[in-house]
């Protein structure tokens, strides 16, 4: 084990002891800065500050050589990163459809991230395809949409265009339904 700490950069640890958890600690600290983030979230101007943007640049530099530990890293994140969000989820903005996170999604985020699966074939991880089906039963009987209809879940800016594609909804009527929704 000393030979593997002598190869590894500074900000790699190696394997822990069987039974020790290496996320502990650092989940324990994610967590003080997410309630910190979010005890102030009504507190604090919506939109992003001058200050805030300057002080991104505490994220980036040259690339270390030796990496940062991960302790510094969400530090990092939190100091510079935290104060340069649109406060989204605080109730008060109203500049578009994002935001409004509410307490069980973010736990359930978190819970996914340690999860840590890929969700493209049940083989690989069975509870991500099957939410998925779950998910994309109860939009289509929400939507009406016909009982045969299929679909996936996606992300990105070209959803709409997917959805229907994938749905196979003719163009006019998912158009129409599209106004339907305003």
Known sequence: MDDLNTQMPSGIRPPQRPGVNPYAALLRQAEVYAQSYLASIQDRHVGVTESALEGMSALGGEMPDDGV??????????????????????????????????PV???????????????????????????????????????RLPANSGGALVTGTQMPEELRTLTKTPTKLFVSFLGSLH
């Open 69 to 102: 530990a991960p302790e510094t890293v969400l530090r990092l994140l939190h100091e510079a990163g935290s104060p340069a969000t649109m406060a989204v989820m605080g109730g008060r903005f109203f500049g578009g459809v994002i935001g409004g996170s509410i």
């Open 105 to 143: 999604t973010v736990a359930a985020h978190w819970l996914a991230d340690a999860w840590d699966q890929n969700a493209c074939l049940y083989e690989i991880s069975p509870v991500s395809a099957y939410l998925e089906e779950v998910v994309l039963g109860w939009l289509i009987s929400l939507f």
